[in-house]
């Protein structure tokens, strides 16, 4: 079509790509078509690139090589080639700039010979391979012809100097459909397909890391039909399913020498090394999980050349870039586009229309594997450029694989920290490098504490919304936390906020982000409508992501204030964002997860209980969503385990169980009584032991014992913690213990009552504190109401009418938030200890010292409870030992929001 439409006597065509992308299938394709046949006298095919692999170690022509490719012209013209074997004649005293002149101006009479022998003819040339576009003019033959000369050339290289009359274009990847229209060809795959059997094709081709490149998409077909031959009795679903199984370690050989000939246009071994090594340190560097084409400015693509410069294992290669007249540090980018590693782009910088920056990235998905198989082969740099200068650098031995994992790993640490190091040493004031790439360099050179005090930082808040804006800046910080998550799975760091709080790098970081976008918020008088909305969606997604860490008392924090952001700027109750917000606060009101009757209308039932009752199925990683709340399943309170429980120097640790999003789903291994969780193997357990109604379920440790002496002695205890770790699941979901199957798993009747942050919006306020802080105990005989003022028309409550007999002796009971008839009465005593009067006579309000939840108890209750408070003149309660924190639910309340919309 192009050379149909051309009006131009000489006319040039480039299909650029990368290797492997079918551009030789596509120029072949093209010329065996009816209508060019017919179009030109001749069509004559020239590979260059093999002609210069195998006559040389450069990547242009010498004069022997351009004859050799006249003469292959000649023999499909199947005329005489006798001119084209004449040598240049040189004298003896002769000088260099003499010979290449000489050199020259035969390759040039050369050119012309052949041009004079085409002339008159309509004449096609397919330069296959290009490795220097210099070459290329000297196959120009129609310089020096009238009649039309076409020129066709496929190449991986980028032309920097095009002339005028060329045309370019860039063969990108097949798409999912184009694909797997491919792999049925090559697999002699006919007819109608299931939808099963393209499923099973679309993920083999994805685990194969194919990345929708025809030659790795042929490579894999073809075993495919290899298969059937020997597999002709089994359907094609369970053919594809049966070579995924035996693909653990896909053979990645053929692709990674594929890939490895994009390099070929570097001659020089060594200097073709240090380019394969720069490039791989690229993509451990500037790799990004949340965007995998991500582009690098030009100033921070020269901050890692100029690290590696500095380096101790590499400076010396800085020497061997300069003898390739490499001189600015900026060359080693514009070679490696030329080659077509990378891609490069001009952008105008923020705020300035005219001046524009460079940046770069990876030119193909496939260039990331091969820069992970290059960086885990190089253990020291001097001993991988001999093997690399000896040709033996490809061999590989399957059984170093583990070795192979540990040198990419130690690789990517080190050249991550590499630059941070570099960095940190010299003046570089960079926005983009700071607010884009330092958490992640910071985070993959195993930095942790480093990447979690960055990532919190005020500094990194003001220049994300400076470079990013609000949502874009929350959204890198979001990604930055959950590479954070998976590169730390090991790293134990936490943060004590208070001696009743301990929280992760994580939380800490959504947390800081949150108090500073709210504050940001509510004390800035310049942030017009559309920025507030930013500002509330920001704070949603915050709470969407703290969620995944089980802070559920957190999250309705967020979610509470984006609220309270959305009304500030006059949003009516049925607005989109108030709509949404406000599904959000419903996902976070939990209760947590009691004993009750079996016959309860608040039992849970799980939505797969076959998947546990099925004889022989296979009971790993089970999810516990419900078919009783749809949407929901059971989820972990908190995001730690709160320590120590100690009885009879017996301890272990547990954290709360309740009902939140199935998206936060605990995954269970069940061997038929006991629900062990998937990552740390704790086990679902009745609290205190004790099987009776209203009695909590949490995730419990194994016990540790003192000694074995103290083992010994607690075998009749270590039968009953074992009795209260057995659950059986019947057919309809329901979860009982064994020991008690007249009970099952439901949920509290009303919201618990937790410690909150003081600031919290669903902190309570109690109508009657000024009783409570002036009650005196001597001469007050009278009897306080806990009604709430936050919750109009509520107050605290029991969960039940009866308390629980503990193991131990003593008696609980759960309360939480509940109608204002059923609201219990009090009074306080000198230690401001708050005990209960009526039905529940002489029980105290008391807690766990790492435990948010409350509830009532008899003195002397183990584990050991606490039970003095803080009475606050706002209204508030707080525990004694830290006043940071209140009585609270996860349940707002409706006169806080009227409050702080008019703060705001």
């Keep these: 079509k192009y050379v149909e439409q051309s009006q131009p006597p000489n006319y040039q065509l480039t299909l650029r790509g990368m290797g492997g992308i079918g551009k030789s299938t596509l120029a072949a394709m093209a010329v065996s078509s009816t209508n060019m046949r017919s179009y030109f006298d001749h069509i004559l095919w020239l590979n260059l690139g093999q002609n210069l692999a195998i006559r040389s170690g450069r990547n242009n022509l010498t004069y022997d090589i351009y004859l050799q490719c006249l003469r292959q012209i000649c023999d499909q013209l199947q005329i005489s080639a006798e001119i084209f074997h004449v040598e240049v004649v040189l004298q003896p ?15 040039e009479k050369s050119k012309i010979d052949m041009a004079n022998i085409i002339k008159g003819l309509k004449v096609l040339v397919i330069l296959d391979d290009v490795w220097n576009h210099e070459d290329v003019d000297l196959f120009n033959f129609g310089e020096h012809m009238s009649s039309p000369f076409s020129l066709l050339l496929t190449t991986r290289t980028f032309d920097k100097q095009p002339n005028a009359r060329s045309h370019f274009i860039d063969i990108d990847l097949l798409n999912q459909e184009e694909a797997s229209r491919l792999f049925c060809l090559e697999a002699s795959l006919v007819g109608s397909i299931e939808f099963n059997a393209i499923q099973a094709i679309d993920s083999l081709m994805k685990k194969c890391q194919c990345g929708n490149l025809p030659f790795a998409i042929r490579m894999l077909a073809r075993r495919l039909k290899a298969f059937q031959r020997n597999s002709s009795d089994i359907s094609l679903t369970d053919l594809v399913k049966t070579m995924e199984d035996s693909t653990q370690n896909p ?23 240090a380019t394969k090594l720069f490039f791989s340190i690229f993509t451990r560097v500037f790799y990004r999980e949340d965007c995998l084409k991500a582009w690098v400015p030009e100033d921070v693509v020269n901050l890692l050349w100029k690290s590696i410069y500095e380096n ?136 942790f504490d480093e990447a979690s005090a960055l990532l919190r930082s005020e500094e990194m808040f003001v ?16 990604a930055f936390i959950r590479l954070f998550k998976s590169a730390s799975a090991s790293y134990s760091g936490t943060t004590a906020m208070s001696n009743r709080d301990v929280i992760s790098p994580i939380t800490l970081v959504i947390s800081s982000l949150h108090c500073f976008l709210f504050n940001f918020c509510i004390t800035s008088t310049q942030l017009d409508i559309s920025s507030k909305r930013e500002i509330g969606h920001a704070l949603i997604l915050l709470g969407v992501e703290i969620q995944k860490n089980w802070k559920w008392a957190d999250a309705l924090d967020y979610f509470c204030n984006a609220l309270i952001i959305f009304r500030s700027t006059g949003c009516p109750e049925d607005h989109l964002d108030i709509l949404r917000v406000n599904e959000h606060i419903e996902s976070c009101a939990l209760n947590h997860i009691i004993l009750v009757p079996f016959g309860s209308p608040h039992r849970l039932q799980l939505k797969y209980a076959e998947s546990f009752c099925m004889e022989g199925a296979d009971k790993t990683n089970l999810s516990l969503e419900l078919s009783s709340h749809p949407g929901y399943a059971i989820v972990k309170m908190e995001d730690y385990y709160i320590d120590p429980h100690v009885w009879d120097n017996i301890s272990w640790t547990a954290v709360p169980l309740g009902v939140g999003p199935k998206d936060s789903s605990l995954l269970i291994n069940y061997d038929g009584n006991k629900l062990k969780c998937t990552t740390d193997e704790s086990s679902f357990f009745v609290g205190m032991a004790t099987l009776n109604v209203g ?55 009303y919201p618990c009552l937790l410690f909150v942050y003081r600031k919290s919006p669903n902190r309570a306020i109690f109508k009657h ?36 007999t503990t193991l131990s002796g003593h008696t609980i009971i759960g309360v939480g938030l509940g109608p204002l008839e059923k609201t219990l009465s009090v009074r306080t005593n000198k230690k401001k200890e708050i005990e209960t009067t009526g039905n529940f006579n002489k029980m105290f309000l008391g807690y766990l010292a790492e435990d948010r939840r409350l509830m009532l108890s008899s003195m002397g209750l183990w584990p050991p409870f606490k039970h003095e408070f803080v009475f606050n003149p706002d209204g508030t309660i707080s525990p004694k030992e830290d006043t940071n924190y209140v009585f609270g639910f996860q349940v707002p309340g409706t006169e806080l929001f009227r409050n702080a919309q008019e703060n705001t």
């Design 251 to 273: 053979n990645l050989a053929p692709m990674i020498n594929l890939l490895d000939k994009s390099f070929a246009f570097v001659a020089d071994g060594t200097m073709q090394f």
């Design 93 to 107: 005293g002769d000088n260099a700039l003499t010979k290449a002149a000489k050199t020259v101006q035969a390759m």
């Design 695 to 749: 009695m909590p379920t949490v995730m419990r440790t194994r016990l540790e014992f003192q000694d074995d002496r103290t083992r010994q002695k607690s075998q009749t205890l270590i039968k009953k913690f074992d009795s209260a770790s057995l659950f059986s699941i019947s057919p309809d979901g329901s979860i009982y213990p064994v020991m008690a199957p007249h009970l099952c798993l439901g949920i509290s009747p």
């Design 463 to 478: 220049k994300q919304l400076m470079h990013n804006g609000v949502r874009h800046g929350t959204l890198s910080i979001v």
């Design 769 to 804: 504190i000024s009783d409570l802080i002036n009650y005196q105990p001597e001469t007050s005989s009278s009897e306080i109401l806990l009604e709430l003022s936050s919750h109009p028309g509520m107050g605290i409550v029991s969960h039940f009418d009866a308390a629980v």
């Design 312 to 447: 101790d294992d590499t400076k010396e290669l800085k020497y061997t870039f300069s003898e390739y007249k490499i001189k600015r540090i900026g060359d080693i980018s514009e070679l490696m586009c030329a080659i077509g590693l990378l891609d490069e782009s001009n952008i105008n910088l923020q705020g300035q229309q005219t001046k524009r920056q460079k940046q770069f990235r990876v030119h193909h998905d496939l260039m990331w594997e091969y820069g992970k198989w290059f960086s885990s082969k190089v253990d020291s740099v001097n001993e991988a450029l001999n093997r690399h200068n000896e040709n033996s650098f490809h061999e590989d031995d399957k059984r170093l694989a583990g070795i192979r994992e540990q040198t990419l790993k130690r690789n990517t640490v080190k050249w991550n920290k590499m630059i941070v190091e570099w960095y940190f040493s010299r003046p570089f004031e960079n926005i983009v490098f700071f607010s884009d790439w330092l958490p992640i360099h910071m985070v993959n050179a195993e930095m």
